[in-house]
């Protein structure tokens, strides 16, 4: 049987590069109900993002700009997500 490494999915922008890399990590979320992107604040799974960040950049992108990208997106988003109700 031939195994295949799961490669991600073609990304558009740097930002969508970003999003998924901090996704694949586990260091943001999908709130279920809305949809909105939220920071899980696990400083293990950040540090996962900017690994895998520093492993694959996307083609020609310098690795300062895909770490500087993944650090502004994270930073970017929030912790809860603003349509749902304060609990």
Known sequence: MLMFKE??????TLRGWAISVLQEAGAIRECEEHGWMQDRADPHARQRALDLARRDPPP??????????VRDVLDSIGDTCPECPPE
């Open 7 to 12: 490669r991600r999915p073609p990304i558009r």
């Open 60 to 69: 020609g992108v310098s690795l300062d700009e895909a770490l500087a990208e």
